[in-house]
T-cell receptor, first 117, second 115 residues
């Protein structure tokens, strides 16, 4: 069974600094997708970044980038130049194929990030 | 932002009462999902739909039923609410089943408290 592990329940970072959130996963599949979602206090789930497992190049979206290590099954999120608005819960997710031909996510338990002024 | 709304946004109910949560989308996406979010568990899939009248169970479906009579609406029903169903419920939608394009977009969530 696929699992997703986020080993850091809480983290903090000074504004303008860089922080890295860890995520490891377990799967026997060769082709899959990984995601980071952000959940601010509003509770809205917001897609931050996605990574395709067959691509060796790490995905980037502005200040957000990932370090994808397929062999190690590791998928960390780096936030550069942290801003107060980055304060949120961050979820790592693995996309799993269902028998109906659609997909569901397997979510980690989340990392609560606080950006300090 | 994807056009997804959930109603109600907050609800308090008593054990044993029926509850229906509604997810409405304006994107005409085929796939819809219901998740619940609990501390220490992340989000877990309850039920999902891959078309009108086509639904299937997720990993935590006991005590829940769903219906989808129109593309835009996906209803989640708790036939007889229990305290263990106190949670935050999220609806999500996705456009296609293509592995290269499928991304799920989430609604704002419904906080349900069962006393």
């Amino acid at each position: 069974a696929q699992t997703v592990t986020q080993s850091q329940p809480e983290m903090s970072v000074q504004e303008a600094e860089t922080v890295t959130l860890s995520c490891t996963y377990d799967t026997s599949e060769n082709n899959y997708y990984l995601f980071w979602y952000k959940q601010p206090p509003s509770r809205q789930m917001i897609l931050v970044i996605r990574q395709e497992a067959y691509k060796q190049q790490n995905a980037t979206e502005n200040r957000f980038s990932v370090n994808f290590q397929k062999a190690a099954k590791s998928f960390s999120l780096k936030i550069s130049d942290s801003q107060l608005g980055d304060t949120a819960m961050y979820f790592c997710a693995f996309m799993k194929l269902l028998t109906s031909g659609t997909y569901k996510y397997i979510f980690g338990t989340g990392t609560r990030l606080k950006v300090l002024a | 932002d994807a056009g997804i709304t959930q109603s109600p946004r907050h609800k308090v109910t008593e054990t044993g009462t029926p509850v229906t949560l509604r997810c409405h989308q304006t994107e005409n996406h085929r796939y819809m999902y219901w998740y619940r979010q609990d501390p220490g568990h992340g989000l877990r899939l309850i039920h999902y739909s891959y078309g009108v009248k086509d639904t299937d169970k997720g990993e935590v479906s006991d005590g829940y039923s769903v219906s989808r009579s129109k593309t835009e609406d996906f209803l989640l029903t708790l036939e007889s609410a229990t305290s263990s169903q106190t949670s935050v419920y999220f609806c999500a939608i996705s456009e296609s089943s293509s592995y290269s394009t499928d991304t799920q977009y989430f609604g704002p969530g419904t906080r349900l408290t069962v006393l």
